[in-house]
């Protein structure tokens, strides 16, 4: 039965033109990976996941993968440019999906790991003209800002 739901994910709007990028670049379209990028397409927005969370919400689900395969799956769409890798200096990396159309960055309290996303031109300006300036192609460019939240400065 959970085959049958996940090979239905495809029907999806939202779904296809990742799943398309996937098979233009030759890559298997899997059970596992559906699931994995359905579930992040319907994240609320300012939500991201790492490999341990997003494996839980795999078991929750029915499927039976491991962990390696979650990490496997999260490395290999993050090379792709379908997900993007986030270090919030936790230990682990989280993953949110890539949408060129919503650029952000994050401030991180660096007590509790409460996580915002904030819009700032200046910043997308600034890498690319950094980028500019080296000869660079900027295809990613990430700013976090560490520092405690009201409720932690209480």
Partial sequence: ??????????????????????????????????????IFIDLPHGHHLSAEDLHGKLIDEGMNVSLATAYRTLKLLSSLGLLRELDFAEGHKHYELKQDDLPHQHIICTNCNKTLEFEDHFLEDAGQKIGAKYDFEVVDAQFKIFGQCPECQR
């Fill in 1 to 38: 039965m959970i085959r049958r739901e996940v090979e239905n994910l495809t029907e999806e709007p939202e779904l296809n033109p990742v799943i398309e990028s996937l098979r233009k670049r030759g890559h298997r379209i899997t059970a596992q990976r559906e699931k994995i990028l359905k």
